[in-house]
């Protein structure tokens, strides 16, 4: 069954004190899926949060709820919860109050909501916990009290605002699969607001790569790894060696004064590029092995550096031109002379792009509004 468009984004436009924040902001997000705002701090994706969510107004532009225009709708009036990073949950609350509070704010039966308190927290794995002080438990069984509450009331749309940016390591990555799994039970559109990469690839249907206001590239996690649109996606999903070259003809790209085959068509002739090699699609060959003499174009490098990261080593080889970096199981001696071999489709082509950053007043605009509104 196709998934229909739930909430749209139509040249949403919004700025603080003359500092434009977002610009003319197109978004679409289907019904049931995982959305993930991906992007450094200043990119606008939590003022977008905001607005989605109602705290904020746009300037221009039109937000669309089931096809309904609600610009002007208040928070409360939307069919939207949102968990915050800091959860704001309620100290003089136990958890089972915290999660019932907007049911009681409904007039939910008592009956109803002792119900539906304990289904909510069974489905975060916190059953037995609605007499706990929200004080005495850890971060992550916080964040979970967090969730509880805002699902409870059955949203259509779960807003996440860095939920896991106050947890440690390993605690994040087992929320992470968590919140996966309950996305999947709960087929709510989530939509998450992270600049943590593996984050997004973990868990999301579609990642929305944000820079400067806008949006750079709009896909499934495979695509937006594979195939970046251009230099700040390849370089800030995922580790990449971008190098610039040409395209003299369709499947043949020239850098470091070499030409090579590749699958990418449909670019001008000698049109200028830059050209993505992700470090794991390098082969690293010894001088001398016999798969050497197969390949007539081999770039030859020196192991400058070495570094294990845990399931694989990390080199830096010097080319002269250009220094890769390259991953492999196998740890290479500093000093030693090697080649490197790169499929034609690993081999991948971008277009020049030119891309703005914010000043520093837009990045406090974006991550703290409030405070840059007091000093005024």
């Keep these: 069954m196709s998934k229909n468009e739930l909430i749209r984004l139509d040249g949403i436009t919004k700025s603080f ?14 019904d049931g899926e995982f959305v993930t705002l991906l992007g450094p701090s200043g990119c606008g994706k939590t003022t977008t949060l905001r607005i989605i969510g109602g705290f904020e107004m746009p300037d221009s532009g039109d937000l669309y709820f089931g096809g309904e225009r609600i610009n002007a709708l208040s928070p409360d009036k939307r069919n939207i919860n949102t968990v915050f990073q800091k959860y704001a949950l309620f100290p003089h609350l136990n958890v089972g109050e915290n999660v019932a ?3 009681r704010l409904k007039g939910v039966s008592d009956r109803d909501v002792e119900k539906r308190v304990s289904e909510m927290l069974e489905l975060v794995d916190l059953s037995g916990f609605e007499r706990r002080s929200v004080t005495s438990l850890s971060g992550g069984q916080q964040q979970r009290v967090a ?15 860095e939920p896991l940016g106050a947890l440690d390591l390993k605690l994040r990555k087992e929320m992470q699969v968590e919140l996966k799994k309950l996305h999947e039970r709960l087929k709510m559109t989530f939509i998450y607001v992270t600049h943590d990469q593996e984050e997004a690839l973990t868990m999301s249907d579609t990642i929305v790569v944000m820079n400067g206001g806008q949006i750079l590239q709009q896909g499934s996690p495979i695509d937006i790894y594979n195939e970046p649109a251009n230099r700040f996606v390849a370089d800030f999903v995922g580790e990449s060696n971008i190098i610039p070259g040409r395209m003299p003809e369709d499947c043949r790209v020239e850098f470091l004064g070499t030409v090579y085959d590749c699958v990418d068509r449909g670019f001008e002739k000698n049109e200028q590029i830059d050209v993505v090699i992700r470090p794991e699609d390098i082969v690293l060959l010894e001088e001398g092995e016999n798969s050497i003499q197969a390949h007539d174009r081999l770039l030859k490098g020196t192991v400058k550096t070495c570094l294990f990261k845990g399931v694989h080593y990390e080199m830096i080889i010097e080319t002269g031109d250009f220094d890769f970096i390259a991953h492999s199981t196998v740890a290479e001696k500093i000093g030693m002379q090697m080649y ?17 950053t914010m000043t520093e007043m837009e990045y406090r605009l974006e991550h703290d509004p409030d405070a840059v509104m007091e000093e005024e």
Excluded: Q, T, Y
Aim: no cysteine.
């Design 17 to 30: 004190n003359g500092n434009v924040v977002l610009k003319s902001l197109n978004l679409s997000v289907m």
């Design 101 to 103: 509070f907007g049911l």
């Design 147 to 161: 969730i509880a509450r805002a699902i409870v009331n059955e949203p259509k749309v779960l807003l996440l605002d």
């Design 340 to 356: 490197l071999d790169i499929d034609p489709d690993n081999i991948h082509i971008m277009k020049k792009s030119s891309l703005e």
